[in-house]
Antibody, heavy 129, light 113 residues
Framework: QVQLVQSGAEVKKPGSSVKVSCKAS????????INWVRQAPGQGLEWMGG????????NYAQKFQGRLTITADKSTMTAYMELSSLRAEDTAVYYC??????????????????????WGQGTTVTVSS | DIVMTQSPDSLAVSLGERATINCKSS????????????LAWYQQKPGQSPKLLIY???TRESGVPDRFSGSGSGTDFTLTISTLQAEDVAVYYC?????????FGGGTKVEIK
């Protein structure tokens, strides 16, 4: 069974960047969609974007366009989420989560056929001066 | 973007009683190509990552107790916990995967009365 293990907590200054890793073990990696979801303190869940390591390119929520970079390294079965120009409102727990069933068409885009069935343990990112 | 609205925000139910959570989408998540509703439900216990309970609106994920059931179609959905157990105290979220950006409801907190 796939497990996703994320990197440790980060404290960042406003205006800086953070890069969080998500390493898969125990199963396949490249033919899943690896998503990033964040949760601000006491708030709900917010999807940021996703990547199919086998295909690229990533799919980003419009809200994060220009600030978010999602990448994946198939050789190490690790996905990365980098968020730049950090502000206090980016303080949150960041999760990676897998979707195992999807359809990808270069012209039509990415279609999800399942929920997020495996989640990382979460990485707390605190943005504070 | 598809907006997901859950109700109530919180509810308190006695042990062994039924809990019902509603979720409404701003547009249909029923796909005509396969007649499936692209709707999932998650459970998040305090300090834990979310856990997938239901997908395709009514299909239980492997290992999920059968006291959890999902129903509905189109824009209106329900998660029901038939007999509430102490370990079901959590926040529950619905999520659509009909289109990106994927969106979640605001969550419903379930507590013991």
């Amino acid at each position: 069974q796939v497990q996703l293990v994320q990197s440790g907590a980060e404290v960042k200054k406003p205006g800086s960047s953070v890069k969080v890793s998500c390493k898969a073990s125990g199963g396949t990696f490249s033919n899943n969609v690896i998503n990033w979801v964040r949760q601000a303190p006491g708030q709900g869940l917010e999807w940021m974007g996703g990547i199919i390591p086998l295909f690229d390119p990533p799919n980003y929520a419009q809200k994060f366009q220009g600030r978010l970079t999602i990448t994946a390294d198939k050789s190490t079965m690790t996905a990365y989420m980098e968020l730049s120009s950090l502000r206090a409102e980016d303080t949150a727990v960041y999760y990676c989560a897998r979707v195992p069933h999807f359809f990808y068409d270069k012209s039509g885009g990415l279609y999800y056929y399942y929920g997020m069935d495996v989640w990382g343990q979460g990485t707390t990112v605190t943005v504070s001066s | 973007d598809i907006v997901m609205t859950q109700s109530p925000d919180s509810l308190a139910v006695s042990l062994g009683e039924r809990a019902t959570i509603n979720c409404k989408s701003s547009q249909t998540v029923l796909h005509s190509s396969n007649n499936e509703n692209y709707l999932a439900w998650y459970q998040q216990k305090p300090g834990q990552s979310p856990k997938l309970l239901i997908y395709w609106a009514s299909t239980r994920e492997s290992g999920v107790p059968d006291r959890f059931s999902g129903s509905g179609s189109g824009t209106d959905f329900t998660l029901t916990i038939s007999t509430l157990q102490a370990e079901d105290v959590a926040v529950y979220y619905c999520q659509q995967y009909y289109s990106t950006p994927l969106t979640f409801g605001g969550g419903t907190k379930v507590e013991i009365k």
